[in-house]
């Protein structure tokens, strides 16, 4: 049975700034992935806040709002069968130590903070998500 999804999938400022964009969008491709929307914006400190609401009450919210708006961001509409489920899978664990060989996070990832992409978690959040940077 088929289950097409969309989510967001944020390519972090540690990955932009070291030019790993392509490279990352590439195995999103390979993995099947339909890129339907995508565009490289920087959003300020106040739109993070916004951007990471659901975390306002964790410790490392004000480190996370800081560090997205840190420098230039891609943000990506995903699609495909079961994608929320199947990004969180190919990004692997937050802390890229811990993440499965294979992973973005593992590849990619300098640390928990710096860990390269965002996935947005539920159907729910990736719509909220999704609005969040491509109202139209």
Same mark, same amino acid.
């Given at each position: 049975m088929s289950n097409i999804q969309q989510t967001l999938s944020i390519i972090k400022p540690d990955a932009v700034e070291r030019n790993l964009s392509e490279e990352i969008k590439n195995e999103f491709r390979n993995n099947n992935f339909d890129i339907l929307k995508e565009k490289k914006v920087k959003i300020s400190k106040s739109e993070a806040e916004k951007f990471y609401q659901v975390h306002q009450s964790k410790p490392f919210y004000n480190d996370l709002c800081e560090y997205l708006s840190s420098g230039p961001i891609v943000v990506m509409v995903l699609e495909k069968n079961d994608a929320i489920l199947e990004n969180r899978k190919l990004m692997g664990a937050t802390d890229p130590i811990k993440a499965?060989?294979?992973?973005?996070?593992?590849?990619?990832? @300098?640390?928990?903070?710096? #860990?390269?992409?965002?996935?947005?978690?539920?159907?729910? #959040?990736?719509? @909220?998500?999704?609005?969040?940077?491509?109202?139209?």
């Amino acid at each position: 049975m088929s289950n097409i999804q969309q989510t967001l999938s944020i390519i972090k400022p540690d990955a932009v700034e070291r030019n790993l964009s392509e490279e990352i969008k590439n195995e999103f491709r390979n993995n099947n992935f339909d890129i339907l929307k995508e565009k490289k914006v920087k959003i300020s400190k106040s739109e993070a806040e916004k951007f990471y609401q659901v975390h306002q009450s964790k410790p490392f919210y004000n480190d996370l709002c800081e560090y997205l708006s840190s420098g230039p961001i891609v943000v990506m509409v995903l699609e495909k069968n079961d994608a929320i489920l199947e990004n969180r899978k190919l990004m692997g664990a937050t802390d890229p130590i811990k993440a499965e060989e294979g992973t973005l996070r593992k590849k990619y990832g @300098i640390s928990i903070d710096k #860990n390269s992409v965002h996935g947005s978690d539920s159907l729910d #959040n990736a719509k @909220i998500e999704i609005d969040f940077f491509f109202k139209d």
